[in-house]
């Protein structure tokens, strides 16, 4: 009975987590690339368009999660037709990662040497050859660890929505561990977490050790 | 003007025309960074023409603008004002495809090499025959000569970071070289290299430049690099081009502080200190003696000419310091000698030097 629960809202978190991760890379990661090279001095550089980025990813970055959850209710609604279970919890936690998955992206191709982004110029590379045969390349052990970084942390949203009935491990660890004074049941859940935690943590900084060639 | 003496300027000019083609024309180039108190001037109304299958030396201290100036060859940096021609073509006026373009005809090496390190090194020189759009077929072929040509065929699949400096640069060359570049640019090649692998990398430049009649443009701080392989140098102070010819004139005759500033480090041609004191013991006063330093450049070198002195004035040389140096495969050397006898024949015996072609200093 305890293990079923547990397995089930595993299943919902890994789901949730998953599902959020994959959606805010696709357009996190575009998004972070955009607002590196726009910026002064880099590859295309666009100021205007560089400032209003940046001014809309700290917006969403300071936004406390809980209050994006309430926030965007009717849009979540609007979107996936209901603003509970995993479905409802999706929309908030993609869109709370989208900044996130920028500013980890941003930092990954700022640590990339300029002399590198510089050659393939004067090479005669494009914009967009340099994007795809450079910047991405080079950052892709940075880019690893930053998206663990925010899948770690979509796990932890993942908890808050869990008040908002969206399932997952967050959830039962309220409803049944707090809520219910199931103390099992908040020890269970809350070392599969960290188990969950640790697994993934190692796993992304293993992968980018192996990536790095530098 | 009478008719003849214009004829000559005329036949000049056609043969200044053909002779050795321009490369590269650089005409008043400034470049400024910065505004209000910060501003700087790095490059102040530089002009400089680099012929063709020369190799060409800018050299000048951190901070000169050299760097500045090789980078607006290729229009990594974009000057406020003055052009710049390669091959016939502006190249301060090309935007966008045509600049790309253009930059695949010009090849450049780093201080820092700037490879992939996500690649290994036959990826690394791939890489600009991928942005070429050079079929598969076609690219693995040239990779394949290429890393041949500058000896790491058994480096094949290893990453720069598991490479030393000195291959590191192998692979910048290959890569430079891999669109068959008309020019190719060195900024700082052997900066970060030691001596020996300096030398080899020099080689390798030298030797592609003979090959494939490659103009190369370097810039450096370091005055041996020009000496081993430069034909024409550049001496940049301030922004401003103080001294420009072939090499062998600016070690022969350097006339800007700045030049010989650099030649100090090259050339011994101070009088070590032990000598000169011993000297000043040594020589007697009782005789007129004067002390020389005769410097000597090219095919005079071989000649016997102190010998004919001594026996054709009567004269006393004693050899104070002595030094011989190659620039280039040019002879280029000095002696410090002092010369004791007769007044009369001292004279003469020095007017004799100078009419052989060595120059003279009384010191």
Known sequence: MIWSLIVKATVETGYMVGVALVLSALVGIPLGILLVITAPRHIKPLPLLHRVLSVVINVGRSLPFIILLVAIIPFTRWLVGTSIGTAGAIVPLTISAIPFMARVVESALLEIDWGVIEAAQAMGGSTRQIIAKVLIPEAVPGLVLGVTMVAVSLISYSAMAGAVGGGGLGDLAIRYGYQRFRGDIMFWTVLVLVVIVQGLQSFGGWLAAKLNHR | ?363
């Open chain 2, 1 to 363: 003007m009478d008719t003849t003496q214009k004829a000559c300027v005329r036949s000049d000019q056609k043969r200044g025309y053909k002779m050795p083609p321009v490369m590269i024309e650089l005409e008043k180039v400034t470049k400024i960074y910065g505004q209000g108190e910060k501003r700087v001037v790095a490059l102040a109304d530089v002009s400089l023409k680099v012929k063709k299958g020369e190799i060409f030396g800018i050299i000048g201290l951190s901070g000169a603008g050299k760097s500045t100036l090789i980078r607006c060859i290729n229009k990594l940096e974009e000057p406020q004002s003055g052009t710049i021609r390669l091959d016939g073509q502006e190249i301060t006026k090309l935007k966008g495809k045509e600049l790309r373009a253009a930059r695949r005809k010009i090849g450049m090496i780093f201080q820092h090499f700037n490879l992939l390190s996500s690649r290994t090194v036959d990826r690394n020189i791939a890489f600009p025959l991928e942005i070429a759009g050079v079929n598969p077929k076609e690219r693995e072929e040239r990779v394949r000569s290429l890393m041949d040509l500058v000896g790491l065929a058994d480096k094949t699949h290893a990453y720069p970071s598991e490479l030393s400096g000195g291959q590191k640069q192998r692979v910048g060359i290959a890569r430079a070289l891999a669109n068959n570049p008309e020019v190719l640019l060195c900024d700082e090649a052997t900066s970060s290299l030691d001596p020996e692998t300096t030398k080899s990398i020099l080689r390798l430049l030298q030797d592609v430049n003979r090959r494939f009649g490659l103009t190369i443009v370097l810039i450096t701080h370091q005055m041996e690099v020009i000496k081993e392989i430069c034909d024409t140098v550049a001496v940049i102070d301030e922004g401003r081009i103080v001294e420009e010819g072939p090499v062998v004139e600016l070690f022969a005759h350097p006339r800007s502080l700045a030049a010989r500033r650099f030649m100090k480090g090259v050339l011994h041609t101070e009088i070590p200190r032990e000598t000169r004191e011993r000297a000043v013991l040594g020589s007697p006063q009782e005789r007129w003696g004067q002390r020389v330093r005769i410097s000597f450049i090219g095919e005079v070198a071989g000649k016997p000419i102190i010998s004919s002195m001594i026996r054709q004035y009567n004269v006393d040389v004693n050899i104070l310091y002595a030094n011989l140096d190659f620039i280039k495969n040019t002879p280029f050397g000095s002696i410090i000698v002092e010369v004791t006898g007769d007044k009369d024949k001292i004279e003469a015996a020095l007017a004799f030097l100078t009419a052989q072609g060595l120059k003279l200093e009384v010191l």
